[in-house]
């Protein structure tokens, strides 16, 4: 069974960081496309970042490059995204997500909160 479990995240205040981690099983995490999403609350879910399982090629939303980081362990297969210099805007549920075989397959989500 294909699966993709989250963990970190939490609470933050502004100018701090966090990691969140992406597990994938049933499946080998380095030959696909791994991204990252999140959701603001009355928000539209949007992609902050992915890497390629092709050539490692690495895509970052305007609105975080610079102080998120993307990055994969391949022998825990694992895809992690670092967060630092966190704003109140990055508040939100943030998804990890791959496709494969024309099926796409979501983490289940974990809130990131950036207050004071």
């Known amino acids: 069974q294909l699966q993709l479990v989250q963990s970190g995240g939490g609470v933050v205040q502004p100018g701090g960081s966090l990691r969140l981690s992406c597990a994938a099983s049933g499946f080998t995490l380095e030959y696909y496309g791994i991204g990252w999403f999140r959701q603001a609350p009355g928000k539209e879910r949007e992609e902050v970042s992915c890497?390629?399982?092709?050539?490692?090629?690495?895509y970052y939303a305007d609105s975080v490059k610079g102080r998120f980081t993307i990055s994969r362990d391949n022998a825990k297969n694992t895809v992690y995204l670092e967060m630092n210099s966190l704003k109140p805007e990055d508040t939100g549920v943030y998804y990890c997500?791959?496709?494969?075989?024309?099926?796409?397959?979501w983490g289940q989500g974990t809130q990131v909160t950036v207050s004071s």
């Open positions: 997500n791959t496709r494969i075989n024309h099926s796409n397959y």
């Open positions: 890497v390629s399982g092709s050539d490692d090629g690495i």
